[in-house]
């Protein structure tokens, strides 16, 4: 899990550290964070490694972000950093339908769940999009 490569991408600074904290305690610690999808789809297009794992809340008005939650995973799809991502959709309000239409693998409603869930979740998204021996599992 350490070897995940993750990005966050909410335009609270306090939810992103939340969600940090959270995933340090499933044992994922390479966090990077984005406050808004213009910044996340430019952070994906740049060299490196690719992110593993990509979680993009839906309204980001406290950045002066443009994108929604639904345009940047149709953006980040497209993006050589995040093509092959799971990518979680997530919002206070019910917008799985459009997160999940855009291209995103699963969508959870805040306050996001347990941290049992939350790593039964990644578990299943990981064991069927990447290879055998992956290390995010």
């Not at 990509?54 to 980040?76: F, Q, R, W």
């Not at 805040?110 to 290879?131: C, G, I």
Request: overall charge negative.
């Amino acid at each position: 899990a350490e070897a995940c490569r993750v990005l966050l991408v909410d335009d609270e600074v306090v939810i992103r550290q939340l969600m940090a904290r959270r995933l340090r305690q499933l044992g994922i610690v390479n966090i990077e964070h984005a406050e808004n999808g213009e910044q996340a789809v430019k952070m994906a297009g740049e060299n490196g490694a690719p992110f593993d794992l990509v979680i993009v809340d839906h309204y980001m008005p406290c950045t002066n972000g443009v994108m929604t939650g639904s345009e940047t995973i149709k953006a980040l799809r497209t993006c050589p950093g995040t093509a092959r991502s799971v990518i979680i959709g997530s919002s206070g309000n019910d917008m799985s339908s459009e997160h999940l239409c855009s291209g995103a693998d699963l969508f959870w409603r805040k306050p996001t769940p347990s941290n049992d869930k939350l790593a039964e979740d990644l578990v299943t998204l990981f064991r069927a999009r990447m290879p055998s021996g992956s290390t995010c599992t």
